[in-house]
């Protein structure tokens, strides 16, 4: 257990500089946050806080081997939002195996967000991304498709007077078509 719990410290510690705010040179924009975390429901932070790997799930499953229920989450609330991580307050509540009242906890996990399936430079696409394929991964399309309603990249909307009825259609929008196309690509 020694062994394991050194292996996942330098991970812990290069999440936590990520996520601090002098540590994050890529920050998102206001908006942004505010956009994931009204995107994001407290069933699904509870859901990834426990899979995040920092232990909780063994905790919960320790505690509840004896006894099912004696180890719930009873919270989930999101603290930040980095282009490589979400921070989640978890409140967990722990019953005695016999006698005595229960405990609660609360505690701030780190959720690593898995690389965009493509090169990002803009943070706020980057970290919506990461939480779209976090969500698929999870098996939660509902959550997933949320985030992407946000906006994803760059604006794709057609500018106005294209004159897209005019056939053969002129270099211009020849020019904007194909180059859009591309980059999307």
Same mark, same amino acid.
């Given at each position: 257990?020694?062994? %394991? ?22 920050? =998102?924009?206001?908006? *942004? ?24 799930? &063994? &905790? *919960?499953?320790? *505690? ?5 229920? #004696? ?5 989930? %609330? ?14 967990? =509540? ?9 405990? !609660?906890?609360?505690?701030?996990? +780190? ?9 990002? !430079? ?11 394929? @976090? ?10 498709? #949320?985030? @992407? #309603? =946000? ?6 909307? +057609?500018?106005?007077?294209? =004159? @897209? ?6 270099? #211009? +929008?020849? &020019? ?10």
């Amino acid at each position: 257990a020694a062994g %394991s719990s050194s292996s996942a410290s330098p991970s812990r510690a290069a999440l936590a500089a990520t996520v601090s705010p002098a540590g994050d040179a890529a920050r =998102l924009t206001p908006g *942004a946050e505010d956009a994931i975390s009204g995107a994001l429901d407290e069933a699904f932070l509870a859901m990834v806080a426990l899979s995040s790997g920092e232990g909780l799930a &063994e &905790e *919960a499953a320790k *505690a509840n081997v004896w006894q099912a229920g #004696r180890f719930s989450i009873t919270s989930a %609330s999101l603290v930040s939002v980095t282009p490589s991580a979400l921070v989640v307050a978890v409140t967990t =509540l722990e019953k005695p195996l016999f006698v005595g009242s229960p405990r !609660t906890a609360t505690r701030e996990v +780190v959720v690593p967000l898995p690389a965009p399936p493509r090169e990002c !430079t803009d943070p706020d696409t980057r970290a919506k991304l990461g939480v779209a394929e @976090l969500a698929r991964m999870s098996g939660k399309l509902s959550t997933s498709g #949320r985030v @992407l #309603r =946000l906006g994803v990249g760059e604006d794709f909307s +057609v500018p106005k007077n294209m =004159l @897209l009825g005019n056939v053969p259609h002129p270099p #211009r +929008v020849r &020019e904007w078509t194909f180059g859009m196309t591309t980059r999307a690509l």
